[in-house]
């Protein structure tokens, strides 16, 4: 718990801290909890309900856990050209999720993003911090594999 | 003794995406690798090559194209020289894809350790803050005002002007702000930069917060490219620490220092006033201008906001090869522009080259035809905010001034290459979706608008010959257009008016 009020501080001195202490809780805790929150309220002087305002804005910070591998798979136009539609729909196929959920073994989230600056070697697909250009089904399983 | 072997293994995200790390991880490991010296290099910039390994021996730098290859079965440094040498290894900078660019903000991308603090200033790198800081400010600004330089985030406003606007305000404190959130799809010339030449981006921020008189920096970095964060990171301190960032820079009395800020995955926080919003620890939402950021921005003091490719234009342009930037082109598209080739192209990549030059020209000289060897149907050009052109418009230039005669933009940059199995009217249904998922929801026309406009689409993607769907699309994009607060929304019906214009009976019947 201190850890948590430690991580927080040493963003409240720093000009619009709230985001890069938002980033540091959801990396530390993978989530930002309610316990979280009344802390970030806290220590920047905010209600509750303008750090929930700020974090619900953004897609990199989630109420609830992430799988602990997060998929992201591209679906901007470059890699629409190169049939990321039917890359997406295989993995949903696969893992038996709709996108922007999680398996039930707490294993595998999957998500969308637009763009990863990979846009010359598409399909892209994002797997925790790791970029797969030209990626596939086969590809993105394999890394799995290999991480597991 | 002999100079080592010098083996160059590229660390940057497309080369790594397609095997770099695997290859680095198996050759570091090889027996006899002690007497080499592994260099891991920024990316050259064609993709399609990636990833691309050289060798130089005795002064002759080769490479090769390892996609797909199986490093793994070689013990020793000498069998892996012999296969490299089996692969008819070529020096990059003689293929027309390099060569025909005109490389002047991207001269040294590829080259060696994009933290390599010695390689960058012997490459002509800090020379030219280095004389700024003996120049007055209103020299520097002058000088890039008559360069003809405009912002290369999508807005292509002149640099010059921006800076001046900054510069007469009377405030004890501004703020330059790096916009480094490069949302649009089809688009990694930012990236390139910040992972192959930082130096270049933080000498480009230092001299224009010299010459505006800012004392703080922010660069709004997006989340999703994790490994530009780890090389502006370093960069940032191995600047500090040679006194090219921080207290009296370079004996000088100007003061600088840069802060890396992170988005947490808003395409609309690319748009200026959101990013400010984001950076003071806010919901991304657009404010409405007046007032400029130039006079009331960053936390209410002046700020000087520029994407990155503009910011690394700043020290070329100083350092003498300004009259070959300024001599390209002409107007608002004057100097080279990175033009970013993607999409199902063959041969992908950054093509750095003057704006005068016609959408059939850069297909046929730099990225040939599709990846999937069927025909070109649709070019998107200038990101989701941007048009498309069909496959009888190749004759369409690409300088700033051509493409907004056509309600088309250069944007950032980028050219995304169909196939003729796209559909045209998915196209326009994801311009209207992607709105909708990204408005920040502050102005109606765009939050409900692009909800209303998928509706709309996917009505005539069922019947494709109602006149009242398609009167109602067309009054619903004006509308966008005219009330919208940022470009999100106004520019949102750009795409979707080009598939009516260009694509004849794709999303409504004529």
Redesign the interface.
């Known amino acids: 718990m201190k850890k948590l009020k430690e991580t927080i501080k040493s963003f409240t001195e720093i000009e619009g801290g709230l985001m890069p202490a938002l980033h540091a809780v959801q990396e530390q805790e993978g989530h930002i909890s309610k316990n979280a929150i009344s802390e970030l309220a806290h220590a920047f002087n905010y209600s509750k309900a303008e750090v929930l305002d700020v974090l619900t804005y953004y897609d990199d910070f989630t109420l609830e856990p992430s799988g602990e591998h997060v998929i992201r798979v591209c679906g901007a136009e470059a890699c629409q050209s190169l049939k990321s539609k039917e890359l997406t729909d295989l993995l949903t196929d696969h893992f038996g999720l709709n996108l922007g959920e999680t398996t039930s073994d707490s294993k595998i989230t999957l998500k969308e993003v637009f763009c990863l600056g990979n846009c010359a070697l598409g399909p892209s697909v994002m797997i925790n911090q790791t970029v797969i250009g030209e990626a596939d089904k086969d590809k993105v399983l394999s890394f799995l594999d290999n991480i597991e | 003794m002999n100079t080592p072997i010098k083996i160059y293994i590229p660390n940057e995200?497309?080369s790594?995406?397609?095997g770099a790390?695997e290859a680095h991880r198996t050759i570091s490991r090889l027996k006899g690798i002690e007497e080499a010296r592994i260099i891991r290099n920024g990316s050259w910039g064609a993709?399609?090559l990636?990833p691309f390994i050289e060798v130089e021996k005795e002064g002759h730098r080769k490479g090769v194209c390892y996609k797909s290859v199986d490093l793994s079965t070689f013990n020793t440094i000498d069998d892996f020289l012999k296969d490299f040498e089996s692969r008819q290894p070529f020096d990059i900078r003689e293929i027309d894809f390099i060569k025909k660019q005109k490389r002047i903000v991207f001269s040294r991308i590829g080259m060696d350790d994009p933290l390599d603090i010695s390689f960058y200033q012997n490459s002509g790198g800090y020379s030219a803050l280095k004389n700024a800081l003996n120049l007055d400010q209103q020299t520097i600004i002058d000088k890039i005002k008559k360069s003809g330089l405009t912002g290369r985030g999508g807005a292509a406003f002149p640099t010059g002007i921006k800076m001046q606007t900054v510069s007469d305000q009377d405030n004890s404190l501004k703020y330059l702000a790096c916009n480094a959130d490069?949302?649009?799809?089809?688009?990694?010339s930012?990236?390139l930069i910040m992972e192959s030449d930082p130096f270049a981006l933080i000498e480009g921020m230092t001299i224009a917060a010299f010459a505006v008189g800012a004392s703080k920096g922010f660069i709004y970095l997006r989340?999703?490219?994790?490994l530009a964060k780890t090389y502006l990171t370093r960069a940032i301190e191995i600047a500090r620490k040679n006194n090219f960032l921080g207290k009296n820079i370079q004996s000088s009395d100007f003061d600088f220092d840069i802060?890396l800020?992170?988005?947490?995955?808003?395409?609309v926080c690319g748009e200026e006033t959101a990013m400010m919003e984001?950076?003071?620890?806010?919901?991304?939402l657009v404010r409405s201008k007046p007032p400029l950021p130039a006079i009331n921005g960053l936390?209410d003091r002046p700020t000087l906001i520029n994407n990155v490719v503009t910011l690394a234009t700043i020290p070329p342009l100083l350092n003498g090869s300004h009259s070959d930037f300024s001599d390209l082109g002409s107007g608002k598209s004057t100097g080279t522009m990175p033009f970013?080739?993607?999409?199902?192209i063959q041969q992908?990549?950054l093509v750095e080259t003057g704006f005068d030059i016609t959408i059939g020209e850069i297909i046929e000289n730099y990225g040939k035809g599709t990846?999937t060897g069927m025909p070109i149907h649709a070019i998107?050009i200038g990101?989701?905010l941007g048009i498309y052109l069909s496959s009888k418009m190749m004759s369409t230039k690409l300088t700033i001034e051509s493409l907004q005669t056509i309600k088309g933009s250069v944007g950032h940059g980028?050219i995304?290459?169909?196939?003729d199995t796209?559909d045209m009217s998915e196209?326009a249904k994801?311009a209207m979706e992607?709105c909708a998922?990204?408005s920040c929801g502050k102005c109606t026309p765009c939050r409900i608008g692009s909800i209303r406009g998928v509706e709309i689409i996917d009505r005539l993607q069922k019947n494709s010959s109602s006149k009242e769907d398609s009167i109602l699309l067309n009054e619903l994009c004006k509308t966008m257009e005219a009330t919208s607060l940022c470009a999100m929304g106004g520019m949102t019906p750009n795409p979707i008016y080009s598939i009516i214009n260009n694509f004849p009976n794709e999303l409504i019947d004529e």
Do not use: H, M
């Not at chain 2, 989340?223 to 994790?226: F, H, I, K, L, N």
């Not at chain 2, 984001?278 to 991304?284: A, C, H, V």
């Not at chain 2, 970013?340 to 199902?344: D, H, I, S, T």
């Open positions: 995200t497309a790594n995406s397609v790390i993709f399609w990636e490069e949302g649009d799809g089809g688009t990694f930012d990236r989340s999703e490219y994790p802060d800020r992170i988005g947490a995955g808003s395409y984001s950076i003071e620890g806010r919901r991304g936390f970013q080739l993607c999409g199902n992908s990549g990846k998107q990101g989701p980028g995304v290459i169909f196939d796209v196209q994801f992607f998922k990204e």
